[in-house]
Nanobody
Framework: VQLQASGGGLVQAGGSLRLACAVS????????MGWFRQSPGKEREFVAA????????NYADSVKGRFTISRDNAKNTVTLQMNVLKPEDTAVYYC???????????????????WGQGTQVTVSS
């Protein structure tokens, strides 16, 4: 199983980035997908998640209205569109897969079965 995150980089505050996660080695349509992030000295935290069919999403309060998660089951990819970025969004962003077709997404790290390697997002002020 491989989850390959990409799209990170350096951006000024107020700018945008689009992260992508390419998934292989599992039946993508049987997994909910999530994005998490971790800043230096902090615990990994939930950012956004989407159900197996894209029917439901959930966002951390800190990113609501600015970030959008989506998925393409035909291409085995999940994306995170990040707009109006703030310096506090600086972190390594990880994609993760949770087995199951629940209509409700999970926000807990331990609920996810597979993790990608992370991509660095740096927002300058």
């Amino acid at each position: 199983v491989q989850l390959q995150a990409s799209g990170g980089g350096l951006v000024q505050a107020g700018g945008s980035l689009r992260l992508a996660c390419a998934v292989s080695g599992l039946t993508f349509g049987s997994y909910a997908m999530g994005w998490f992030r971790q800043s230096p000295g902090k615990e990994r935290e939930f950012v956004a998640a989407i159900t197996w069919n894209g029917g439901s999403t959930n966002y951390a309060d800190s990113v609501k209205g600015r970030f959008t998660i989506s998925r393409d089951n035909a291409k085995n990819t999940v994306t995170l569109q990040m707009n109006v970025l703030k310096p506090e969004d600086t972190a390594v962003y990880y994609c993760a897969a949770e087995y199951g077709r629940s209509p409700v997404v999970s926000t807990g790290l331990r609920d996810y079965d597979y993790w990608g390697q992370g991509t660095q997002v740096t927002v300058s002020s």
